[in-house]
């Protein structure tokens, strides 16, 4: 018999497109980790607040996976920071699908503190283990956020109260797995370090002159790519602002910006856009940078291969997803020393990690990249080794797998204890 899933991600649908404030790598994890159990004989229900009138209540996105969208509040955008208090109906409605459906799930996993508070609810209804994937934790963001949440100590409790009540807390990297143990306290035994990873069917090398062609680029000079949510953490300001630094290049160099809220070039369209291109102005670099908007995942990898260089400089990151598609077009890193990319990218050999907030660090690591052509080989046919060899969903959702198998296990032993000691009780 198939087992069944509830993924819970409150705010991070997988029929979203990327790169806007919203929509980055939690909802990659939920949408590639669940076609891949899916693959595993897994029967996957994605449980999504419904943010569109256009979509429907289900959606068979997959085989094996359905999307269902979960009316809380009006069914329109809303920020992240705002759902708090629109938890409770999003429980109810979640709850009232599975009970007219008569549905018997095996396990919850929740994604984001919002969703596991709501998986804590659950676990008590529906009797159910369930394992959470935090993302980002509140404790970090107050660290680095220059305006954390609203909800920061509301968050920061419910997530103390997540901890205990979860059967298993997946960090994605060690540094997470450090975060946890550090400011949380919680024992080692009840983390499993699991990663991210990348789809090898929509990320690989694309010959770098065909992936320029399908773009419109420039053959003739180098390409340096970011792609991801436009939010100031991200840190590209950082790339900007090492652009009037690059004097020792050989030819003409080209930032590449892949995100915002829209779908072209509009620099207003998105508040962090519009701060990065007057950054752009004041230093003098506005024509060496170029915000085409979010693009599909179809199109992702022609952008990964027609770069020389990716470049990835927040202020922190859990896991950080793009790294790992660059590598997986043979497109070396660089990367800020923090949290998932010093994890991902090893440096000296799958590409360079540099201080967060340094352009002239960064400036510097470029400078040394691109002056030595073995070496940005070496570093590509390294980075395709890692990827494939570590980082594929497939072996993600393998791991993930023995550990559900592992929960539900203890679950079905548990329930035959029980069952035993109420006979004794009974007979006696």
């Not at 819970?8 to 939690?26: F, R």
């Not at 283990?129 to 963001?141: A, C, D, K, N, R």
């Not at 790339?239 to 809220?261: E, N, P, T, Y």
């Not at 990319?341 to 960064?362: E, F, H, M, N, Q």
Request: charged share 25%.
């Amino acid at each position: 018999m198939k087992r069944k899933i509830a993924v819970i991600s409150e705010h991070a649908s997988p029929l979203s497109i990327l790169g806007g404030k919203d929509t980055a790598g939690q909802n990659v994890y939920v949408a590639e980790l669940s076609k891949f159990l899916a693959n595993l004989d897994y029967e996957v229900d994605i449980y999504t607040r419904w943010d569109n009138k256009e979509l429907p209540h289900i959606t068979n996105w997959q085989p094996g996976v359905r999307v269902i969208h979960i009316k809380a509040g009006p069914v329109e955008g809303i920020d992240t920071e705002k759902l708090l208090p629109l938890m409770p109906e999003f429980r109810e409605n979640m709850l009232s699908f599975i009970s007219a459906r008569k549905i018997k799930y095996d396990l919850i996993h929740a994604n984001y503190w919002l969703s596991a508070l709501v998986a804590c609810q659950l676990k008590e209804i529906l009797s159910i283990p369930f394992v959470v994937t935090f993302h980002e934790l509140g404790h970090i963001s107050r660290i680095h956020h220059e305006n954390p949440d609203p909800y920061l100590k509301e968050r920061i409790s419910v997530e103390l109260d997540v901890i205990r009540k979860a059967d298993q807390v997946i960090a994605e990297c060690p540094q997470d797995k450090f975060d946890l143990m550090h400011y949380y306290h919680i024992p080692a035994f009840k983390i499993t370090t699991i990663p991210c990873g990348f789809n090898p069917d929509e990320f690989y090398p694309v010959n770098k002159i065909m992936a320029r062609n399908v773009l419109n680029l420039e053959q003739k000079e180098y390409i340096f790519l970011q792609v991801g949510r436009m939010d100031e953490y991200k840190g590209v300001d950082t790339i900007i602002r090492s652009l009037s630094r690059l004097k020792a290049l050989k030819k003409a160099f080209r930032l590449i910006i892949v995100g915002g809220d829209s779908v072209d070039d509009d620099i207003h369209s998105n508040a962090e856009i519009k701060r990065l291109h007057q950054i752009a102005v004041e230093t003098g670099v506005d024509q060496l940078v170029s915000f085409v908007g979010k693009k599909s995942r179809e199109m992702l990898k022609y952008y990964y291969s027609a770069a020389d260089i990716f470049i990835t400089t927040p202020w922190f990151e859990t896991f950080g997803i793009t790294p790992l598609e660059s590598m997986a077009c043979g497109t070396p890193v660089i990367g800020s020393n923090v949290g998932g990319i010093k994890y991902s990218v090893v440096d000296g050999v799958t590409g360079l990690l540099t201080p967060s907030r340094d352009p002239a660090s960064l400036a510097e690591k470029i400078t040394h990249l691109l002056s030595n052509e073995p070496l940005l080989k070496e570093m590509s046919k390294n980075a395709l080794e890692r990827v494939n060899t570590t980082f594929t969903w497939a072996n993600v959702a393998s791991q993930m797998s023995d550990l559900y198998e592992k929960l539900m296990l203890s679950k079905r032993q548990t329930a035959i204890e029980n069952t035993k000691e109420t006979r004794k009780i009974l007979v006696a």
